[in-house]
């Protein structure tokens, strides 16, 4: 597999390089390059150049060919997951590609890519499972030899993941309501080695390094939700917030370890909602009680049974606060949670720092503050 700036990008365990790889949707994008060009020029293209999200431009190798009649053309790219554990690798993406007389673009799935069937995501119900990142990035790369040819023709570009339905079934996506295949993903372009002890090491060299700074407040995040929504209500520099990811609870370990006095946690509700259920690790993997633990302390805030029935057929949790706002218990309901929240960060801490908690949404703004919250967002507040 030929590849351009991706081998040098990645992360050190034991000694050992582990490789960054490209997501299904780099992948996606990459074949529908290819196999439009092939339409385009009328040869067959072995390697495409790539430019991703995350600013490392890709030479990844394709398989093409036409049909009979030469009015489409499929490529195929082989998945590369680098070193990270994932039931995609060494998966082919293909995309066949036709020439339109209208002078449109489209994209759409075919084989082995999941159908949306309940509301919440990102894609409408019946649409395929696209993700917006990797949707813009094949409608850029067609559009973009669209233009350098002059071409009044434009292209429909069918993405095809042919070991999609059977791989489907180790994700959690028929939980979210995809159904006949994959999601076609990544944020990024890139996929970076889940390496959870080097994850961990990572946080703990940079929670050191800043204690050994002199600094005893600071501010965790799970992740770029987090810090990005930080910055919207309060004058933060990005080196003022630590990224934990998952592990919330070896995170507090640390902090107390190294005798932080003041910690400041912000995130969104998907991930902090289980914390309200005294879960340390939010991967998904570890646990996904998301609508369990918001039903019940709904019921607590005073949700009938009914409704509360009704948040277990929501896809995720903005779904779940549309429905409890409409019940006229959001607000009640999110300060149950974040007394939970309190109490569980406190009980992991023993109370050896003073914390606080932002919960929000990116539909809904912010959702609770509780502990000491407000007195230490004052210090970063605009």
């Known amino acids: 597999m030929h590849r351009t700036g991706i081998e040098d990008y990645y992360i050190t365990k034991n ?28 040869r067959t293209v072995s390697a495409v150049d790539i430019d991703t999200p995350k600013g490392i431009q890709l030479n990844l190798e394709v398989c093409g060919k036409f049909a009979d009649d030469k009015k489409s053309a499929i490529c195929t790219v082989i998945k590369d997951s680098g070193d990270d554990p994932d039931v995609t690798n060494g998966m082919p993406v293909c995309a066949k590609v036709f020439l339109t007389d209208d002078g449109s673009i489209k994209v759409d799935g075919g084989e082995g890519v999941g159908r949306v069937t309940k509301s919440g995501l990102y894609q409408k119900v019946g649409a395929a499972a696209i993700n917006r990142v990797p949707m813009q990035m094949i409608l850029a790369e067609l559009q973009k030899i669209k233009e350098d040819f002059e071409m009044k023709e434009g292209f429909y570009a069918e993405i095809i993941l042919p070991m999609g339905k059977e791989l489907a079934h180790k994700t959690f996506n028929p939980r979210l309501g995809i159904e006949g295949g994959l999601s076609v993903l990544g944020t990024s372009g890139i996929v970076e080695p889940m390496s959870e002890a080097a994850i961990v090491e990572s946080i703990r060299l940079q929670l050191s390094q800043k204690r050994n700074q002199g600094k005893t407040s600071i501010i965790i995040t799970p992740g770029n939700y987090g810090a990005d929504f930080i910055r919207t209500i309060a004058d933060v520099k990005d080196e003022d917030v630590i990224k934990c990811s998952n592990y919330i609870g070896e995170t507090i370990d640390m902090l107390c370890d190294m005798e932080y006095e003041e910690v400041l946690f912000i995130s969104h509700i998907g991930k ?75 009980n992991r801490s023993y109370g050896k720092f003073k914390s606080g908690t932002i919960v929000f949404s990116n539909k809904h703004g912010i959702l609770c503050r509780c502990g000491n919250a407000d007195e230490i967002i004052r210090k970063y507040e605009r």
Do not use: P, Q, W
């Not at 960054?20 to 060009?37: E, I, M, P």
């Not at 302390?297 to 057929?313: S, V, Y």
């Open 15 to 42: 000694n050992k390089r582990m490789r960054f790889g490209y997501t299904t949707g780099t992948c996606a994008a990459a074949a529908s390059k290819a196999a439009a060009l092939m339409l385009v020029s009328g």
């Open 272 to 346: 902090f909602i289980k914390v309200a259920g005294g879960i340390m690790n939010t991967h998904s993997r570890e646990a996904d009680c998301r609508m369990e633990i918001l039903a019940a302390n709904a019921i607590k805030a005073g949700l009938k049974i009914d409704d509360a029935r009704r948040l277990f057929e929501c896809v995720n949790t903005d779904d779940c606060i549309d429905l409890l706002k409409s019940c006229g218990l959001a607000e009640r309901t999110m300060a149950v949670i974040g007394e939970k929240i309190d109490f569980y960060i406190n």
